[in-house]
């Protein structure tokens, strides 16, 4: 799609995380230096907060990527709301230990045991906890009397935990104090400056191979920052969107306007009424109100009918925009057609009539219109 177009040589704006395209804005440089100094202390907890896209999962992906080539045995657990068992089963499993079937009592002494047979190995555990504003407050006891295991003095478990902003008011509860006295460190990741989204934005382009097209305008940075926050994954998911708009639109600079065009298009995937206030459900177009907050006159009857008229329309406009953009976009991408074909090959009759159909719409094209002559960006 459009890599091809911008001569790309790779999706500058994924939303899986990549390490290499990791980006050490001051916030997350800091954070950073915070996780490498708990390492360097080997013991407590280190808890690193954000608001959700803030980029935590890929912070500790990039520090894993640094530990290579260190002495660390380092799990990573995506936390659900599980109870105090549970949660020594998922941290078992972690580690690839055994879990299923194990009492509490085994499951610990398990744990014990690896953790001292790594230490004599010169080697130290790890657990990255993500989304723990997840964990109740008894899988949060458990791992603190994790820490609690040692061997000549030396502390074999040590935990990062990594969570949104409701975790920092959890571990202010008076019944975490225990918990808070192994907390070595703390830190908050905060959104990214405008100065900030717009060296992240150029970052993962030229990560990505790009060669200043499409070129973007001061306005339009400043447009991003504004809708974003500053908030990493919504300037991927949008940047993403604005690229495809910039290629089926044959646009070289990204201005204000490309910008706010794709912004509409975004803020108009949410079906809302005329009014902008109440949802309109797309299959009854009915406002979600309920009966009785509604005002039984003829007069108001006949305008919430007619905006309930609009706001499907407008429902049918969008869907249309949408089917007629995956048009544009097959049409454009043949070798997905072919591809279709080979899969639907088991088929006869449906292969045949889409085939038929592409040649028939050949023909037709060829017999209206005199062959294209080829510009200059299209050579290029």
């Known amino acids: 799609m459009y890599t091809k177009y911008y001569r790309l040589s790779k999706k500058p704006f994924q939303l899986t995380p990549d390490p290499e395209f990791f980006f050490n804005s001051s916030v997350h440089k800091r954070a950073l230096a915070y996780l490498r100094y708990g390492l360097a202390q080997g013991e407590g ?8 896209g803030t980029g935590k999962t890929l912070l500790v992906k990039a520090l894993f990527q640094s530990l290579q080539l260190q002495n660390v045995v380092a799990g990573l657990m995506v936390t659900s709301q599980v109870g105090a068992e549970d949660t020594l089963r998922i941290i078992s499993a972690t580690f690839g230990l055994s879990y299923d079937g194990d009492d509490k009592a085994t499951l610990l002494r398990n744990l014990e045991a ?17 989304e723990a504003q997840n964990l109740p407050r008894q899988s949060l006891e458990e791992l603190r ?26 571990l202010q509860d008076e019944h975490m104090a225990q918990v808070r006295q192994r907390v070595i460190a703390t830190y908050h ?29 001061e306005e339009s940075f400043a447009r991003l920052h504004e809708f974003t926050g500053g908030i990493p994954r919504t300037i991927n998911t949008l940047c993403d969107r604005l690229l495809l708009f910039s290629y089926l639109e044959e646009i070289h600079e990204i201005d204000e ?7 509409e298009e975004i803020e108009e995937e949410a079906p809302r009424d005329v009014s902008g206030q109440e949802a309109v459900s797309p299959v009854y177009s009915e406002p979600l109100a309920t009966p009785s907050e509604r005002i039984d006159t003829p007069y108001l009857e006949r305008i919430a009918k007619l905006e309930r008229s609009v706001a499907e329309m407008q429902q049918i406009i969008r869907q249309e925009r949408a089917l007629l953009r995956k048009a544009i976009l097959l049409q ?29 719409a050949k023909n037709a094209e060829g017999e209206k219109s005199p062959p294209k002559k080829q510009t200059h960006q299209e050579n290029a």
């Open 145 to 170: 009397m994790l820490s609690n295991f040692e061997m000549s003095g030396r502390p074999l478990f040590q935990a990062f935990l990594l969570g949104q902003d409701e975790f920092r008011l959890a």
């Open 189 to 217: 990741l905060r959104p990214l400056t405008m100065e900030e989204t717009q060296a992240y934005i150029l970052h993962r382009l030229k990560l990505a191979g790009w060669q200043s097209d499409p070129g973007f305008t």
């Open 257 to 263: 306007q490309a910008v706010g065009t794709v912004i």
């Open 332 to 360: 454009l991408d043949m070798d997905s057609v072919y591809e279709l074909e080979e899969t639907l090959s088991s088929n006869p009759p449906v292969t045949s009539s889409l085939s038929s159909r592409r040649e028939e």
């Open 114 to 130: 690896f953790f001292k047979d790594k230490a004599r190995e010169g080697k130290r555990i790890l657990l990255v906890v993500d």
């Open 45 to 52: 907890f280190i808890v690193v907060t954000g608001m959700p």
